[in-house]
């Protein structure tokens, strides 16, 4: 194990668990590590009350097993696009509430317009960053949990426009991102619809912006047949 540890590979991985808001956590080689700074996403989704929850980009599910563990009868999915992090989280999380795929897209049809909280800890780190990660992340955690393509926003983007669809009317998006990036992220949030605010942890080294879906506005004058639509642009 020492031997291991020497040439990178993360204690997590070697040890087989993360310690993450209190839990042991299944970390299987290959996949992100909990970070601790993420505890900051968990505080802020458990202070909304939520009933039903989505962990989207879950990992090893960390973020969704510490709701999980805090809310009696928590209706919680989670989501990932790599195989390993779901087989992963399946070890850490209810296995038929782990999905497999891309975003929303494996998301069981009946949680449309249902969810109180959705929570994302999707890659942030600008593509050309990714080269000055500890060789702990660049070389033993996917490339697909850390690149966030040249700005780092291209996958919350991504998450923010498909959330109105699954929230329920005053539902919550909370997405983790850098202090440096937050004001960005806060943006593409507001532009998807949503009222936002930023929470930091100077303790955590952590930043959350937490939206707040806006009703979507009534034009009962006009027969629009958009008018099923959630979120109108602009
Ligand atoms: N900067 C983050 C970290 O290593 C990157 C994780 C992410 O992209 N979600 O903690």
């Known amino acids: 194990m020492v031997a291991r540890r020497v040439t990178g590979v993360p204690l997590e991985q070697i040890l087989g668990w993360a310690e993450f808001y209190g839990l042991r956590i299944v970390v299987e080689p290959g996949v992100f590590v909990p970070r601790r700074r993420t505890e900051l996403l968990v ?9 039903t929850v989505v962990d989207i980009c879950c990992g090893s599910g960390a973020v969704g097993a510490a709701l999980a563990r805090s809310i009696d009868g928590l ?8 195989a390993d992090a779901v087989r992963c989280a399946r070890r850490n ?8 795929g891309d975003l929303y897209e494996p998301l069981p049809e009946e949680l449309r317009g249902r969810v109180d909280v959705i929570v994302a800890n999707a890659p942030y780190v600008p593509t050309d960053e990714i080269g000055s990660m500890p060789s702990e992340a660049r070389d033993h955690e996917p490339r697909s949990a850390l690149d966030g393509g040249a700005d780092g926003l291209h996958v919350q983007r991504r998450v923010a426009v498909g959330a109105p669809l699954w929230l329920r009317d005053g539902g919550h998006l909370l997405i983790e991102t850098s202090v440096g990036q937050a004001d960005r ?3 593409i949030i507001e532009q998807a619809g949503f009222a936002t605010r930023i929470v930091s942890s100077d303790e955590l080294d952590a930043t959350v912006v937490v939206g707040v879906v806006l009703p979507t506005e009534n034009t009962p004058t006009t027969g629009n047949s958009d008018s099923g639509k959630r979120v109108e642009s602009g």
């Open 43 to 51: 505080d802020e989704a458990l202070a909304l009350h939520p009933e």
């Open 93 to 100: 999380i209810e296995p038929s509430h782990v999905h497999l």
């Open 185 to 187: 992220t806060s943006r």
């Open 75 to 82: 209706n919680l999915h989670a989501a990932d696009i790599d």
